[in-house]
């Protein structure tokens, strides 16, 4: 029997227990762990919760979660209730899946002001992640300004247009639902330090940009390059930016009767968040694009901004006792490997790149190198304690953990609590998500 203990729950963390089934069959045991007391991490937590069909997929996962040799053991926070060393010391191998749940830092002065979130955090919010379930944005100014030109990004601007007509059969909880039906923003500028050309939008993502019922996108023709030159982006791309062609030209027939304005600020930097407790404004720089990169020009503007998100990317965690790339902001690995018996996958290896099932050959590749190490020897011989092992640790630590049964009762209870048409309303505490099991 091998033993395989998974850190996260979201889509790295069951690929990985999948393949773990496909590869060792009857002969391995896996436990995957989360902090929550609630499963699949970034499908839960960041996609967004007007996006049901991509969140389908956790159907998947629940196969894999509710097989005999797979089980889910949440509320248990590893590096904190368990460290690494004494699960290294119960398992053959141990699989950090813990995504990259931090914001990259914007680091520019201002950055602490009030009323200035990065995307974890904003994103955490409307989706009901506990962390960030006090966040209470400041809705009630007019501008609203979002750094980057990322799909996340996209997400943000879109969830701040919606009616809450258009958030009906979505699972945005109560508190952000009632915050945004009553929000002021009326312009909200996507910030770009480079150009159309360089965003990072995938083109079915950008279309809805276009199709909002209060909101109409806004794209200076004047920001556009030549349209011959579309000829030489990748496909993908081209599409997003014939959407941002086709948004430039729609613009003036359809502003008249839009209360909210997209608006796509290319080739600018943000420089210094400006206010005195709370942000009233970002000064950006122009830039050109010289080999790819932006280039400040010197010329400065201010942007009046009473809300300011930044959607510039995301870091792992460190764990104590897991080497740490600080400057990738992920763990430290060699494809994967990070230790003798320690591995990491999906985010948590390669950084915050790539679709949901970008995880699936991720989880599969690093199965396969600890199939590699088991059968070279390398992680000795097959007698780790495994789940007996850490059950009886836990016992040890009284700590509650939340099994997928009890998931299951916590499920059910968001569903029953769902408004009408919504697939569930989240509980948004991790005491309640508790109550709920008990
Ligand atoms: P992303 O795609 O890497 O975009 C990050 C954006 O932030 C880029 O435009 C980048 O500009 C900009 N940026 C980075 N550092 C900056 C700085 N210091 N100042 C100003 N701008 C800066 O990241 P993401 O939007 O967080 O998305 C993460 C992953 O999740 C992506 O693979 C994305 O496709 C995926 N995702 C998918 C969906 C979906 O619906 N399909 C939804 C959400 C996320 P540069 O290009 O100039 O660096």
Redesign the pocket.
């Known amino acids: 029997m091998r033993h395989i203990a998974i850190i996260g729950s979201g889509p790295a963390g069951y690929y990985t227990a999948e393949a773990a089934q496909k590869a060792f069959g009857e002969d391995v045991r896996v436990d995957v762990f989360d902090c929550l007391p609630v499963p699949y991490g970034l499908i839960r937590s960041?996609?967004?919760p007007d996006?049901q069909s991509?969140k389908g997929v956790s159907r998947r996962y629940e196969k894999t979660a509710l097989t005999e040799n797979v089980r889910f053991v949440g509320n248990v926070t590893i590096g904190k209730d368990v460290t690494i060393p004494e699960l290294q010391g119960l398992y053959d191998a141990v699989v950090l899946a813990t995504g990259a749940p931090n914001d990259?830092p914007?680091?520019i002065p201002g950055d602490d002001l009030g009323n200035v979130f990065g995307?974890a955090a904003f994103v955490g919010w409307y989706n009901g992640h506990p962390q960030f379930a006090d966040l209470n944005p400041d809705l009630s100014g007019n501008t609203a300004v979002v750094?980057?030109?990322?799909?996340?990004?996209?997400?943000v601007a879109r969830i701040l247009s919606k009616t809450p007509q258009e958030f009906e059969g979505s699972d945005i909880v109560a508190h952000a639902r009632e915050a945004l039906a009553d929000s002021a923003i009326e312009r909200i500028v996507l910030?770009?330090?480079?150009g159309p050309h360089?965003?990072?939008m995938?083109p079915?993502?950008l279309g809805e940009l276009g199709q909002l019922e209060r909101a109409v996108p806004y794209v200076d023709p004047d920001a556009l390059p030549a349209e011959a030159e579309d000829a030489i982006l990748e496909p993908g791309l081209r599409k997003s930016v014939t959407h941002l062609r086709s948004f430039a030209d729609a613009y003036e027939k359809q502003k008249a009767a839009k209360a909210i304005t997209v608006e796509f600020a290319f080739f600018a930097?943000?420089k210094a968040l400006l206010g005195e407790k709370t942000v009233q404004a970002i000064e950006v720089e122009r830039t050109q694009v010289i080999s790819g990169k932006?280039v400040g020009t010197g010329e400065i503007r201010k942007i009046p901004a009473s809300l300011v998100l930044s959607?510039?990317?995301?870091r792992t965690s460190p764990i104590p006792d897991v080497p740490f790339d600080e400057r990738a902001g992920r763990f430290a690995n060699d494809e994967g490997r990070i230790l003798t018996g320690l591995y990491c996958v999906g985010w948590a290896r390669r950084g915050?790149?790539?679709?949901i099932g970008t995880n699936r050959p991720d989880g599969f590749d690093v199965i396969d190198k600890i199939v590699e190490d088991t059968n070279a020897g390398r992680l000795g011989r097959a007698n780790k304690q495994g789940r007996d092992g850490f059950d009886a640790l836990a016992k040890t630590r009284a700590l509650d953990i939340v099994t997928f049964r009890d998931w299951k009762r916590i499920e059910e209870a968001e569903e029953q609590a769902a408004r009408e048409g919504a697939p569930r309303e989240k509980f948004v505490e991790i005491e309640a998500m508790i109550k709920a099991r008990d």
Do not use: F, W
Not at 352 to 355: D, F, Q, R
């Open positions: 960041g996609v967004a996006h991509i990259r914007l680091d995307s750094i980057g030109m990322g799909n996340v990004a996209l997400d910030l770009g330090r480079r360089q965003i990072m995938t079915k993502e930097q943000p932006a959607c510039i990317g995301y915050p790149s790539g679709t």
